[in-house]
């Protein structure tokens, strides 16, 4: 008699072993079996011509006083300006800055008299013209020929013109659009390769967006390059987005 209640109890606790491992492995799978998602990154390019350039010439004199040194800036500007008539730009295009003037002192140690010294040496006078216009040609051109006013007698520094679209934020926008059709393309693919679907979008993260010259020779950067020394231009965007797979 005990020793069929003994096997009876051993049965018991059997069982209930086995349904407790059962139930433990079935709740611990079904807790696992959260959506399947993908992630995948898509991106987008397209080339384009700016359509507005700015660039500025900086006349420069140095003079024995601030009088002197404006009226020599007044004749250079003047030189300056049928410079930039003769290439086609109009008063409309160019802005005069303010004149501005600082004096020069030179410092040095004397030894005679044990002390450093400053010493007046005239004045910097300077006037800038800023040219703004949206035939990038004409500018690009009238940059390449800046030299000509050597031989008219001016001091001119000049940087490089600086180029942008103006119609960026439309731009942006459609490539926005043809990087997230491009990420749910290669989704699909992916999700076709494993015999699956592709299900509803999860979260979506615009990446880098970059404007680079079309024919400079400028890297790839992470944080993002934004040209503006180059007419022609190429713009790339990239996004991330998240489907569920089913």
């Keep these: 008699m005990n020793s069929k209640r003994n096997i009876l109890g051993t049965l018991i606790i ?126 690009d051109k009238t940059a390449k020929a800046v030299g000509e006013l050597i031989n008219l007698d001016v001091t001119v520094n000049v940087g490089y013109p600086s180029y942008y679209y103006t119609k960026m934020a439309d731009l942006k926008l459609e490539m926005l659009d043809a990087a997230a059709a491009d990420a749910r393309d290669r989704a699909a693919s992916i999700a076709k390769a494993s015999h699956g679907s592709l299900g509803a979008l999860q979260k979506s993260q615009m990446g880098v967006f970059q404007i680079l010259g079309r024919y400079a020779n400028e890297s790839y950067s992470w944080g993002g390059t934004l040209n503006t020394s180059d007419i022609d231009k190429t713009a790339s965007i990239t996004v991330s987005s998240t489907f569920l797979l089913k």
Excluded at 27 to 38: E, M, V
Excluded at 114 to 133: F, K
Aim: no cysteine; net charge negative; aromatic share 8%.
């Design 14 to 139: 059997a069982v209930t072993v086995v349904l407790s491992v059962w139930i433990g492995a079935s709740a611990l799978r079904h807790r696992n079996d959260g959506p399947r998602t993908i992630t995948v990154k898509g991106s987008a390019e397209r080339s384009f011509r700016s359509n507005l350039a700015t660039w500025t010439l900086t006349i420069t004199d140095h003079s024995s006083s601030p009088k002197l040194g404006f009226d020599e800036v007044e004749r250079q500007r003047g030189v300056v300006v049928g410079f930039l008539h003769s290439h086609g730009f109009t008063d409309e295009e160019m802005e005069m800055l303010g004149v501005s003037y600082n004096e020069r002192v030179n410092g040095y140690y004397n030894k005679n008299q044990d002390r450093y010294v400053e010493e007046h040496d005239g004045y910097d006078v300077s006037q800038s013209i800023v040219l703004t216009t949206e035939d990038v040609d004409k500018i």
